[in-house]
């Protein structure tokens, strides 16, 4: 989640002019969401690591032009999320990041299988194999919508700063972000559904 309490007391005119105590605090402050951001979007320590450090060498090279129309956060979820991209193209070139912008919302998603996870006691989904099913399923979404489910959802930004660090409409976030949860749902009804068989198996 994010930490509106560091955001608040970082000086926006001491980062433009190039204060390094304070430019320092700003790492301290956000290192640790933006490199889980990484994490999870490119499920691995190191690229992740590198996506944190490009996001603040990039930050401390433009903050002199960082004008203030969003949050210092959402610009830096932005760095992260390009440096984030550009990995991706690397490891994968058939992605394109113009794919990522572009407009299949009016796609329309139809789960083939829920299973009422209430019929589960409370530490199956819970334990550890619940947290890692969810893990690989989030691993799975297509990126643009991992993306959106990961600073909605897991990084905890605002519809608005959503879709500001994404550069698309409020309304494309609010699409993708059911698009996302839908298709997690899904994706878990399968691996909670032979948990579920197996329980009745073993009664």
Same mark, same amino acid.
């Given at each position: 989640?994010?930490?509106?309490? &560091?955001?608040?007391?970082?000086?926006?005119? %001491?980062?433009?002019?190039?204060? *390094?105590? /304070?430019?320092?605090? $700003?790492?301290?402050?956000? #290192?640790?969401?933006?490199?889980?951001?990484?994490?999870?979007?490119?499920?691995? /320590?190191?690229? %992740?690591?590198?996506?944190?450090?490009?996001?603040?060498?990039? %930050?401390?090279?433009?903050?002199? #032009?960082?004008?203030?129309? #969003?949050?210092?956060?959402?610009?830096?979820? *932005?760095? %992260?999320?390009?440096? &984030? $991209?550009?990995?991706?193209?690397?490891? *994968?070139? @058939?992605?394109?990041?113009?794919?990522?912008?572009?407009? @299949?919302?009016?796609?329309?998603?139809?789960? #083939?299988?829920?299973?009422?996870?209430?019929?589960?006691?409370?530490? /199956?989904?819970?334990?550890?194999?619940?947290?890692? &099913? =969810?893990?690989?399923?989030?691993?799975?979404?297509? @990126?643009?919508?991992?993306?959106?489910?990961?600073?909605?959802?897991?990084?905890?930004?605002?519809?608005?700063?959503?879709?500001?660090?994404? /550069?698309?409409?409020?309304?494309?976030?609010?699409?993708?972000?059911?698009?996302? *949860?839908?298709? =997690?749902?899904?994706?878990?009804?399968?691996?909670?559904? @032979?948990?579920?068989?197996?329980?009745?198996?073993?009664?």
């Amino acid at each position: 989640m994010i930490d509106t309490t &560091a955001q608040d007391d970082l000086s926006i005119p %001491a980062l433009r002019s190039g204060d *390094r105590a /304070e430019f320092a605090r $700003l790492v301290d402050a956000y #290192s640790a969401p933006i490199y889980r951001l990484g994490l999870r979007m490119l499920g691995n /320590e190191q690229d %992740a690591e590198d996506v944190l450090q490009n996001t603040f060498i990039n %930050a401390l090279t433009h903050l002199s #032009s960082f004008e203030g129309r #969003s949050s210092i956060l959402t610009w830096l979820y *932005r760095i %992260a999320v390009n440096e &984030a $991209l550009m990995s991706l193209r690397r490891g *994968r070139p @058939e992605i394109s990041i113009d794919d990522f912008n572009s407009s @299949e919302d009016d796609d329309h998603f139809h789960p #083939s299988q829920f299973v009422d996870w209430g019929a589960l006691p409370e530490d /199956e989904l819970l334990s550890n194999e619940g947290k890692q &099913a =969810l893990e690989t399923a989030i691993q799975n979404l297509p @990126e643009n919508l991992r993306m959106v489910f990961l600073l909605r959802d897991i990084q905890g930004l605002s519809i608005k700063d959503t879709a500001d660090t994404l /550069e698309i409409t409020e309304s494309n976030v609010k699409i993708r972000l059911l698009r996302a *949860r839908l298709s =997690l749902r899904e994706q878990l009804s399968f691996y909670y559904g @032979e948990r579920i068989n197996q329980e009745k198996t073993n009664d």
